[in-house]
């Protein structure tokens, strides 16, 4: 809900964040279902189905007037959709072509990436304490998810991980500014952007994930067998994925991309805790070690923006009062020009429909 000024309530923010974490911790324990209980292991096809759910529920949200279409260029969203499906495709192979140590220090960096390309692209810097409480989260997260198998394994699998958190945070970036450019909202943004991404995954599923056009063999996904268990927790994790998707742009539209990406790794923390609740996961001590100091960066790093928003909406509230008071006689001028009939619009107004 917006306040006065055109700014969105505190509490609001809180919600979606909320929102955001509970679901994306959600997705990841069904999604481990899907993968491991039920053995649909075609991660690419998986996001093709998503995508085609979110625009499906935009769809049908917009019918029922929850949200007015709005007409965008394809041009302008094309860079959404790009990024969506490169940080998708990027990411699996760079899992599939690295460590899983190395994977995730490449994930972790890309909080310091989107502080260097919001600099690059937008001029926009961070405080030193923003900048100390980011890598006190990123050391954290270090501790807490990285194995000892950290080395490069290959050139390719290098490359390949660099663009990963490139593309990823341009993505991420883009999902806030493009809200901006085009005086869009996240559901107006989502509705544009993914047919032209369920295009794009049509193409690349078939080259990632065995389809089994020549053989429908149980390890395919045309050969797959769908039991009513396995498809129930499919459309689960659809419908699950169009809350995480719609609460990623909510947040990052009334935040910042460098916001989403720190709640990201709260979790990141929250999944591996609740990794060992559910599923029987070790907690050693390092691990543990590392969630603390996430959670204290995470705390920092909450009040540190909560202060610079309250300092922003204070100087927004001091440049709307008026320096002098009016004098009597020009409220009674007026009020006078108040009570005249305003059989003519003033020069220069606009009619709204």
Not at 128 to 133: H, K, L, N, T
């Amino acid at each position: 809900m917006a306040g006065s000024n055109g700014t969105t309530s505190s509490y609001v923010k809180v919600f979606y964040v909320v929102l955001n974490v509970f679901c994306a911790c959600c997705i990841v324990f069904v999604n481990k279902l899907v993968f491991t209980t039920y053995r649909f292991h075609f991660v690419t096809t998986l996001t093709l189905v998503h995508t085609f759910f979110t625009w499906a529920g935009m769809l049908t949200f917009a019918r029922l007037n929850f949200f007015t279409a709005k007409h965008l260029s394809p041009v302008a969203v094309a860079p959404l959709a790009l990024g969506y499906v490169g940080y998708i495709i990027l990411n699996n192979m760079s899992l599939n072509l690295n460590t899983v140590g190395f994977y995730q220090i490449l994930k972790i960096a890309i909080a310091p990436t989107i502080m260097l390309l919001d600099f690059i692209l937008h001029g926009k810097t961070q405080t030193w304490r923003i900048v100390m409480s980011v890598f006190i989260v990123c050391g954290g997260v270090t501790a807490a998810t990285v194995t000892d198998d950290v080395a490069i394994s290959n050139v390719v699998g290098l490359i390949v991980g660099l663009a990963s958190v490139l593309v990823t945070a341009l993505y991420q970036i883009w999902a806030g500014s493009k809200q901006k450019e085009l005086q869009s909202s996240s559901s107006q943004l989502l509705l544009a952007y993914t047919p032209q991404a369920i295009v794009l995954l049509l193409v690349m599923a078939p080259m990632v994930d065995d389809f089994g056009f020549d053989a429908r063999r149980p390890e395919t996904v045309l050969g797959f067998h769908y039991t009513t268990a396995a498809v129930v927790a499919i459309v689960l994790s659809s419908l699950l994925g169009i809350l995480v998707t719609l609460s990623t742009f909510l947040v990052i539209g009334t935040t910042s991309s460098l916001t989403y990406n720190i709640v990201g790794h709260l979790k990141t923390v929250l999944i591996l805790a609740g990794g060992c609740l559910l599923f029987g996961d070790s907690m050693p001590w390092k691990r543990l070690a590392g969630i603390g100091l996430t959670m204290a960066g995470i705390s920092w790093y909450t009040y540190l923006s909560v202060q610079a928003s309250n300092a922003s909406e204070r100087s927004r509230g001091k440049g709307h009062e008026p320096t002098s008071p009016v004098p009597d006689r020009e409220r009674e001028r007026e009020r006078e020009r108040d009570r005249e009939p305003l059989l003519l619009p003033k020069e220069g107004s606009t009619t709204s429909v």
